[in-house]
């Protein structure tokens, strides 16, 4: 499943890195692709809702998981927590920004309400070339504040398997 629909590829696929089925496949350009070799985060996504590297994934491990990218974290018009935040302050070039999204979704769906150091230590495997940390680490704790203020109903959960 890729953000709520169910997806098939050629079997030829299946030990290319995820990051180029999403992206040339499925047109999911929402993941990006940076260094390549595991290191910059730029093309997380959540597997079974936990962040992985899709650069480093094989497209065959996520048979039967649930994947996630930046695009299905929207519930329809409504974007979620995260996503607003970095939109009321965005980053320079932006490259990054989908790691760090997809970083701070983990995070938040676990702990609502991280310390400084808890988003530091969340977000500190992610690169930004454009040294934008300091926004990054003000838009999780607006994310986590826009969160806190909406009802428990309302609250955008991202599905993970138990
Ligand atoms: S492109 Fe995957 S970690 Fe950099
Ligand atoms: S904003 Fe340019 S790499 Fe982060």
């Not at 998981?65 to 979620?80: F, M, N, P, S």
């Not at 920004?97 to 769906?109: C, D, F, R, S, Y």
């Amino acid at each position: 499943m890729v953000n709520g629909k169910s997806q098939s590829v050629p079997d030829a696929q299946a030990l290319e890195p995820l990051v180029w089925v999403l992206r040339d496949t499925l047109g999911l350009a929402g993941t990006r692709y940076g260094c390549g070799i595991g290191v910059c985060g730029a093309c997380n996504i959540l597997l079974d809702g936990q962040v992985v590297r899709s650069c480093q994934t094989e497209t065959k491990a996520a048979v039967g998981k649930e994947i996630i990218t930046l695009e299905g974290l929207a519930k329809g018009q409504e974007l979620h927590p995260v996503q607003q935040a970095f939109l009321e302050n965005p980053l320079q070039c932006c490259w990054c920004m989908t790691g760090h999204i997809m970083n701070a979704v983990e995070l938040l769906e676990s702990n609502r309400q991280p310390s400084p150091e808890q988003i530091d230590t969340a977000m500190n495997d992610n690169y930004c070339r454009c040294g934008g940390y300091n926004s990054i680490r003000a838009n999780v704790v607006r994310a986590s504040e826009i969160i806190s203020s909406q009802p428990a109903a309302k609250r955008i959960v991202i599905r993970r398997k138990s």
